[in-house]
T-cell receptor, first 112, second 108 residues
Framework: KAGVTQTPRYLIKTRGQQVTLSCSPISGHRSVSWYQQTPGQGLQFLFE???????NKGNFPGRFSGRQFSNSRSEMNVSTLELGDSALYLC???????????FGEGSRLTVL | QKEVEQNSGPLSVPEGAIASLNCTYSDRGSQSFFWYRQYSGKSPELIMFIYSNGDKEDGRFTAQLNKASQYVSLLIRDSQPSDSATYLCAVQTGTYKYIFGTGTRLKV
């Protein structure tokens, strides 16, 4: 059974640019959530999608957005990048809103 | 007050000893509690989950939950060098949001 797949794994952007990250959940999993991980703040919740609907949202500015497609694949977008957006972005999937989260390997974003 | 608090460590224990990792949470409506292990450069993986007050054992790992004290812990018996990692406590709140602590770094 394939795990959670995130692309790209690494990317470098400059301030002001935008970035789109992709996540393919484990087959059959309907919930996809996104997290930002930095050394100082740990894992911070961005948002969670289920059946193409955002069900939960963390305390991030509107520059951070996401969506989920009918095949459960999800994308997140960060516009007008800032230096502080440099982080590891982790996607996790689960069967439903409760239970174990399965994480992808993450997308490491560096903003210069 | 942070929603989920953990001592960042590092917690150093000798090989074969018991490692005790602790976590407190603020939302009394929290329903489910998880411990994830994260090796350096890797993504988190689930170690244990616990929903009810008391202890839950799985091999060398024991999770303990005390909802009245809003406290959850993870005990690792017979600690091995391969247990050296960062351990993340995660709490699922009443609104189904997962909140993670900043993690405790364990060195064996």
């Amino acid at each position: 059974k394939a795990g959670v797949t995130q692309t790209p794994r690494y990317l470098i952007k400059t301030r002001g640019q935008q970035v789109t990250l992709s996540c393919s959940p484990i087959s059959g999993h309907r919930s996809v959530s996104w997290y930002q991980q930095t050394p100082g703040q740990g894992l911070q919740f961005l948002f969670e999608y289920f059946s193409e609907t955002q069900r939960n949202k963390g305390n991030f500015p509107g520059r951070f957005s996401g969506r989920q497609f009918s095949n459960s694949r999800s994308e997140m977008n960060v516009s007008t990048l800032e230096l502080g957006d440099s982080a590891l972005y982790l996607c996790a999937s689960s069967w439903d809103r409760a239970g174990e989260l399965f994480f992808g390997e993450g997308s490491r974003l560096t903003v210069l | 007050q942070k929603e989920v608090e953990q001592n960042s460590g590092p917690l150093s224990v000798p090989e074969g000893a018991i490692a005790s990792l602790n976590c407190t949470y603020s939302d009394r409506g929290s329903q489910s509690f998880f411990w994830y292990r994260q090796y350096s450069g890797k993504s988190p993986e689930l170690i244990m989950f616990i929903y009810s007050n008391g202890d839950k054992e799985d091999g060398r790992f024991t999770a303990q939950l005390n909802k009245a004290s809003q406290y959850v812990s993870l005990l690792i018996r017979d600690s091995q060098p391969s247990d050296s990692a960062t351990y993340l406590c995660a709490v699922q709140t009443g609104t189904y949001k997962y909140i993670f602590g900043t993690g405790t770094r364990l060195k064996v």
